[in-house]
């Protein structure tokens, strides 16, 4: 998956666990279980957001080397 790319694999992979669930984890269970299973969600659709970041970034680099 992260042929390649192991940095960029390993930055999403602490984004996801380190700045983004832990924290809205423990946000969320102030407010209750059912908050605190949005935890999940809205960890997974800030991740791939900025996966889809990275992948846009990078592809455009690529191709600009190519040319």
Do not use: D, H, Q
Request: charged content about 10%.
């Amino acid at each position: 998956m992260a042929v390649g790319s192991g940095l960029k694999s390993s930055l999403l992979t602490l984004i996801r666990t380190v700045a983004l669930f832990v924290p809205l984890g423990f946000l969320f269970s102030r407010f209750g279980l059912t908050w605190f299973w949005l935890t999940f969600p809205v960890t997974e659709l800030v991740t791939s957001s900025v996966g889809l970041w990275f992948y846009r970034k990078f592809s455009l680099e690529k191709l600009w080397v190519l040319s």
